[in-house]
């Protein structure tokens, strides 16, 4: 792999997770983002990683400090990946501004640049075109809190070069992930195809009143082994999030189911400030939610 110097393009929750991983790992990394005022924000967020990782991996305090050093700031973007082997993009998911992104960096980025994004929810092949590159670009998708959920999702889109592909791969693998490769694009990746349709049925037995939360979730849990039924997931993910995927999903197709379950997430939950885990309380409340009690799987 002839990876060493990394951009990655966006400085969000991922962006700075992606970044402080990558160099955690030993990578030279530069992140980019639109203004000085963003880079700040970054640089508040990557630190606020540190004792995660002293926490969760147990990091010494010198690891850390050191991981933290090996990244620069730009908001210049020609700046920023003059030397780039890879650049890794990880901008809102809208796709004017995916592809605003992509015909500028194509422009400045060294002809030896590959490009990965980071997207959940759009496909490689939408913005190919764009990147002036398609052979030396695919998708590379990250779960939230990388240092512990480390999965990489590796999609190809038809003109990927599979050499790339295969670089990415171990680039994947060289960050401390497990790399997961999809050999044909599709919406949701490995991850989300699995999981939303879980979701989307727990949600829709509650609307029908078929059984409460701590039901459905007993039976996934003691049925599977699962650590978690799918409530205590949504709770992860965030009410909003859920929110906005069944009010889409009544939008878009006019099933009044989806449009029962957006409007229980608004007034039972949204509306009184039960947005999930980050709040102290969704479907359970923290930091001590019933589905980890002892009896829980036992009654």
Same mark, same amino acid.
């Given at each position: 792999m002839n990876f060493k110097n990394i951009t990655v393009?966006?400085?969000?929750?991922?962006?700075?997770?992606?970044?402080?991983?990558?160099?955690?790992?030993?990578f030279n990394v530069t992140v980019y983002d639109i203004n000085d005022e963003a880079l700040e924000r970054a640089k508040e967020r990557i630190q606020g990683l540190k004792p995660h990782y002293q926490q969760d991996l147990g990091a010494a305090q010198d690891e850390v400090d050191q991981a933290f050093n090996r990244i620069t700031f730009h908001s210049d973007l020609s700046k920023a990946v003059?030397?780039?082997?890879?650049?890794?993009?990880?901008?809102?998911?809208?796709?004017?501004?995916?592809?605003?992104?992509?015909?500028?960096?194509?422009?400045v980025a060294p002809e030896k640049t590959v490009f990965a994004t980071n997207s959940s929810t759009l496909l490689p092949s939408q913005f190919a075109a764009a990147t002036g590159r398609p052979?030396?670009?695919?998708?590379?998708?990250?779960?939230?809190?990388?240092? /512990?959920?480390?999965? +990489?999702?590796?999609?190809?889109?038809?003109?990927?070069?599979?050499?790339? @592909?295969? %670089?990415?791969?171990?680039?994947?693998?060289?960050?401390?992930?497990?790399?997961?490769?999809?050999?044909?694009?599709?919406?949701?990746?490995?991850?989300?195809?699995?999981?939303?349709?879980?979701?989307?049925?727990?949600?829709?037995?509650?609307?029908?009143?078929?059984?409460?939360?701590e039901t459905i979730d007993k039976t996934w849990m003691v049925a599977t082994g699962a650590p978690q039924g799918p409530f205590a997931i949504l709770d992860v993910v965030g009410i909003n999030t859920a929110y906005n995927i069944g009010n889409a999903k009544a939008e878009a197709t006019?099933?009044?189911?989806?449009?029962?379950?957006?409007?229980?997430?608004?007034?039972?939950?949204?509306?009184?400030? /039960?947005?999930?885990? +980050?709040?102290?309380?969704?479907?359970?409340?923290?930091?001590?939610?019933? @589905?980890? %009690?002892?009896?829980?799987?036992?009654?």
């Open positions: 393009a966006g400085s969000g929750v991922l962006g700075s997770q992606i970044a402080y991983q990558t160099a955690f790992k030993g003059a030397e780039a082997d890879l650049v890794i993009e990880a901008v809102p998911e809208v796709v004017q501004i995916k592809t605003d992104f992509y015909t500028k960096l194509g422009q052979a030396k670009f695919l998708a590379l998708h990250f779960a939230n809190e990388i240092w /512990k959920n480390n999965t +990489a999702e590796i999609m190809k889109h038809p003109g990927t070069d599979m050499s790339v @592909f295969n %670089e990415v791969i171990a680039f994947a693998k060289a960050i401390g992930m497990v790399a997961l490769p999809l050999h044909k694009e599709q919406p949701g990746y490995i991850l989300n195809s699995l999981l939303v349709p879980l979701l989307e049925a727990a949600q829709q037995l509650l609307v029908r009143e078929v059984a409460d939360v006019g099933d009044p189911e989806f449009k029962k379950i957006a409007e229980l997430l608004k007034t039972e939950y949204i509306d009184k400030g /039960k947005l999930g885990r +980050a709040t102290g309380e969704g479907f359970y409340k923290y930091p001590n939610p019933s @589905f980890l %009690e002892p009896d829980f799987l036992k009654e």
